[in-house]
């Protein structure tokens, strides 16, 4: 199974600023993926990332406010941008074990928890 | 409409006692069917997955889920549970249709006393 960390950890930030999250893999996995889960509630995904693709956002969700970056098959971002209260929340970051096939495991980061005062 | 339900926001178990968290879904297709738990402020954790075949699961940590078509359920089951099984768990369906994406249940808390 894939190993994934994910920097920050946490944070507190101010609204109207905007914070990177980072994604590493420790293999090449074809496609990544980006949650956002309130604490104790569902997963809700937010964007689906391929390396060398423009990644592709569920509904509700904009590149504006959330651009994610795919440089390589190890590594993603995901920026939430002019974060207000409402953005507060545990963003995780996910892969699959496979090939894209309806099969596939997927496996998760730690999570990063974000608070926007 | 394609979805997952937990229909339980939580269950309380002894520890010893067996445990069931429950678990029923509606798709079009085969359903490819997961569990996940999630720790206090960790990702999730794969648990065990029904793709086709035998209709008991055997999964990690001793976990068992037992798919039943009729009844279109796949309820996550230990035999004796653990205080350390203390989680939050959740099933998981994936769709063969828009790009194999996965739906998840709402969650169900599991408490395990000593």
């Known amino acids: 199974s894939a190993v994934i960390s994910q920097k920050p950890s946490r944070d507190i930030c101010q609204r109207g600023t905007s914070l990177t999250i980072q994604c590493q893999v420790d293999s090449q996995v074809t496609m990544m993926f980006w949650y956002r889960q309130q604490p104790g509630q569902s997963l809700t995904l937010i964007a689906t990332a391929n390396q060398g693709s423009e990644a592709t956002y569920e509904s509700g969700f904009v590149i504006d406010k959330f651009p994610i970056s795919r440089p390589n098959l190890t590594f993603s971002t995901l920026t939430v941008s002019n974060m207000s209260p409402e953005d507060s929340s545990i963003y995780l970051c996910?892969?699959?074990?496979?090939?894209?096939?309806?099969?596939?495991?997927?496996?998760f980061g730690p999570g990063t928890r974000l608070t926007v005062l | 409409a394609q979805s997952v339900a937990q229909p339980e926001d939580q269950v309380n178990v002894a520890e010893g006692n067996p445990l069931t968290v429950k678990c029923t879904y509606s798709?079009?297709?085969?359903?490819?069917l997961f569990w996940y738990v999630q720790y206090p402020n960790r990702g999730l954790q794969f648990l065990l997955k029904?793709?086709?075949?035998?209709?008991l699961v055997k999964g990690s940590y001793g976990f068992e889920a037992e798919f039943n078509k009729s009844q279109t359920s796949f309820h996550l089951k230990k035999p004796s549970a653990l205080v350390s099984d203390s989680a939050l768990y959740f099933c998981a369906v994936r769709l063969e249709t828009g790009g194999f994406k996965t739906i998840f249940g709402a969650g169900t808390r599991l408490f395990v006393k000593a």
């Open positions: 996910s892969v699959e074990d496979g090939l894209a096939g309806a099969t596939d495991t997927q496996y």
């Open positions: 798709v079009s297709g085969n359903p490819y």
């Open positions: 029904y793709i086709t075949g035998d209709n």
